[in-house]
């Protein structure tokens, strides 16, 4: 009897050349600087092409207790901007694979992560988060764990996730892992803006 395996690949591309659309942070994003942001737009694939991690996990990786990266902002809320902290709690690499743990508080009004952080406005995922190698000008886009229009991100899904004044929330996102000598990257998140110079533990 002959058996076929499928073997489940995340396949991570820049802006504009992956299977998603391209997301821009909203609410309280900063500019990062003409420069840099033309790199981004204009670098070559990546190819790398991790496995992504079983289909049935579906809780976040432990996070470290450590906040190596953190910043308050507007973003948009369920009735307006409302203002929000992220802290995030780690960047981990794992051979082929980088982990991206991190919180949201909400600080103020009620803050919509149910739709804030996917790429699309029915993603209710964090889908829209991708880290940026600054060195070599390439862009990580989450993984998924398949590579037809259904696959699923390997991250944290936000369904009916709304975020109340000092209520939190712990998210995750799997990206291929950038080469070995990077050892500090951007993380762009839609709604927050541009964490820079992030280090891969």
Not at 46 to 70: M, Y
Not at 81 to 100: C, D, H, M, S, Y
């Amino acid at each position: 009897m002959r058996k076929t395996f499928v073997l489940a690949v995340a396949v991570v591309a820049l802006t504009g050349c992956g299977m998603l659309p391209s997301t821009t942070g909203g609410g309280g994003q900063e500019k990062q600087g003409g420069t840099q942001a033309a790199q981004t737009e204009n670098a070559p694939p990546e190819t790398t092409v991790p496995t992504a991690p079983p289909a049935e996990q579906q809780t976040a990786p432990p996070q470290g207790d450590k906040v190596i990266a953190s910043r308050e902002t507007k973003a948009e809320g369920t009735d307006g901007p409302t203002k929000v902290r992220v802290e995030i709690t780690g960047l981990l690499r794992q051979g082929k694979t980088a982990t991206l743990n991190w919180t949201i508080t909400g600080l103020e009004g009620s803050f919509n992560v149910h739709n804030g952080m996917g790429g699309g406005v029915f993603d209710y995922t964090v889908s829209g988060v991708s880290l940026i190698d600054p060195v070599n000008a390439k862009r990580y886009r989450v993984a998924r764990n398949g590579t037809d229009d259904k696959a699923e991100c390997v991250c944290s899904g936000t369904q009916g996730e709304f975020l109340e004044k000092d209520e939190s929330a712990s998210l995750y996102a799997v990206f291929a892992a950038p080469p070995a000598d990077v050892t500090k990257v951007n993380i762009e998140m839609p709604q927050i803006g541009v964490f820079t110079d992030v280090p891969i533990s």
